[in-house]
């Protein structure tokens, strides 16, 4: 059986292929091309209640608004969003693993500095803080 979605893409799919059909008739219009093009516009019409049909079933489905802003009306492939936004994460966690060794580096050359400034105090908070070096 298949999902909402593929349905919903075979659907698509023949839309937009009665859509071209339209297109090639109407382009080099012959007057016996007249039922032809009635047919196609009518299974046209069809194809549209078939996919207002499956409207309840992909309801629930999120699609960004940078999917239709940033990739389909600049003629960008909506799949490369799942990519960008991938790369991005990497990025981003790149960046936060780089603050986190800083950190770590500062963390341990303060309590250095602290240990040869103040020995006796900094021996004591070793002592109560067990998890220090």
């Keep these: ?3 909402p979605l593929e349905n919903l893409e075979t659907q ?3 839309f937009i292929e009665n859509v071209r059909q339209i297109r ?5 219009f012959q007057p016996q091309g007249q039922n032809v093009l009635n047919q196609k516009i009518n299974s046209l019409v069809t194809g549209l209640q078939e996919i207002d049909k499956l409207r309840p079933q992909v309801q629930d489905v999120y699609v960004p608004f940078e999917v239709f802003f940033d990739y389909i009306d600049q003629d960008k492939n909506p799949q490369l969003y ?5 790369e991005k994460a990497l990025a981003k966690n790149e960046e936060v693993k780089g603050k986190i060794e800083s950190l770590k580096k500062f963390k341990a050359n303060l ?3 602290l240990f040869k400034t103040f020995p ?7 002592a109560y803080r067990k998890d220090l070096i």
């Design 1 to 3: 059986m298949t999902s």
């Design 12 to 14: 698509l799919e023949m």
């Design 24 to 28: 090639i008739i109407v382009s080099d």
């Design 82 to 86: 799942t990519k960008d936004c991938v």
């Design 111 to 113: 309590l250095l500095e």
């Design 120 to 126: 006796t105090e900094m021996n004591n908070y070793r």
